[in-house]
Each structure stands twice: as C-alpha cells, then as structure tokens.
C-alpha cells in the first residue's frame, strides 16, 4: 500500500496522534478554518485519555433529541481535522474543492454563489449518478464497531432556511436509507435504528456546506459488506 500524500486525511491523524504536546492548537485561537461548537472547544482541551467515545445507544439518544451539537470527534482527530481543513484551504481553495476533486470527481457549472451539477433527476437518490457513498474522512468518536458513512448528493434536500428537513425531505432520505442499507443488513421494518440510524447536520453544525450530505451510522457489519459504501 502506497504511503498517504500530505492532503490525504490519515498523513494528519499521524501527526496529531503522536503530538508531543496535546495542549497544542493547530491554528490562531481567534481564527479558526470553521464554526467551532463549545463542544468543540472543550474537546480540543482533552486528550484522546480523557475522552470516552459515543456508544450506540448514546448515539440513538443524541439524534433522536435532536442534540448533534453533541456528537464529538476525538479530540486528537478535531485537532487533525482543523489542521487538515488549513492545508486543503491552501493547496485547493476549500475542503469542497477538495472533496469535489479528489474523493468525488465531479465537475460543477458554472453557477455564482452555488454548486450546481448536471443532474439525471430532479428527484433525490433516484439516480445512482446522482449521489455517492463514502466513508467519512473525519468521523465522529464511536465506539468498536460503529462506521462512518457519508452520502453526498449533488442537489439539495428539501430543506428549512436554517437546513433542517422538510417532511418531504426526511421522507426521501428514510427511503433511500431504507432501501441502500436498512435493507442490505437485514434490518427489518420496526427495529429501525438496531443496526443503522442516519442524520443530517443543519448549517451552524456543518463544516461543509456547499455540499449537501446526510450521516449515516451503522454497526456489527463485516468488511465484505462495508466494502459497498467505505471507499
């Protein structure tokens, strides 16, 4: 296996793991590459001892209450996160030129003060050209055994002024979820959210928002069938 380039996520998650000095920010505190929760604040005042990760029914408590402000990285990974977000600023112009680039090759219109793409449907996850699944680069501090996973779409969702679902739009994303991996596990109708659960960020809580994505988690799965969707 090749070593990771210096843009590629893990090249950072190696410096910041071994970090001589865990106190040590990776930027000005006044200026950071994006929104910092207080959530974040107090997690960059951690070290990787101090912290316990999210277990799956805490995870279920937190998206069922509507308390994502909550959901925390490890503390190591925000650091490498921030630092990451820094160098991509530099060498792409942002974290979505970036992802657009290198993890999802697609090629925008010309469009000011919006991504657009061309588009198969108008109708969301209709058409696989639409959308893409991929591992999250930068997940969120989980127990063993519980995967990342990020949908990218190349439209927007329905969605509120603030980003949260519409009741169309939550209808359109449990569809897909159903279909693309509630299905694939063996998760039946009535026990949602045993073996996977899913979330969309609203905008404050976003660190890309050019991009529409949705969350999505799911736990016990072997590599055979999260090879579909971590790539």
Known sequence: MAPPTQDHPSHFRQ?????PDPTTLPFPKDNPPFNLTTVDWAQLNLTDSQYSPHSWENLRH??????????????????????????????????????L?????????PAENVLKFDIKSTIPFEHEEDYRILGNDWPYGLAEGITHIVVWLKSPLDADG?????????SAVEGFVRREFRERVGEKDGEEGAMVMWFKNTKNLQSVRGLEHVHVLVR??????????MK
Not at 15 to 19: A, M, N, R, V, Y
Not at 69 to 98: C, F, I, N
Not at 221 to 226: C, D
Request: hydrophobic content about 35%; charged content about 25%.
């Open 162 to 170: 603030e980003g949260a679902l519409t009741e169309s739009g939550r």
């Open 15 to 19: 410096i910041w793991k071994s970090h």
């Open 101 to 109: 680039r290198e993890r999802l090759g697609w090629v925008s219109l």
């Open 220 to 229: 016990g799965l072997g590599e055979e069938v999260l090879g579909r969707w």
């Open 62 to 99: 937190l998206i069922g209450s509507g308390q994502l402000d909550e959901l925390k990285r490890w503390p190591s990974d925000l650091k490498a996160y921030l630092a990451w977000s820094m160098h991509v600023k530099t060498q792409y112009g942002s974290a979505t030129e970036y992802l």
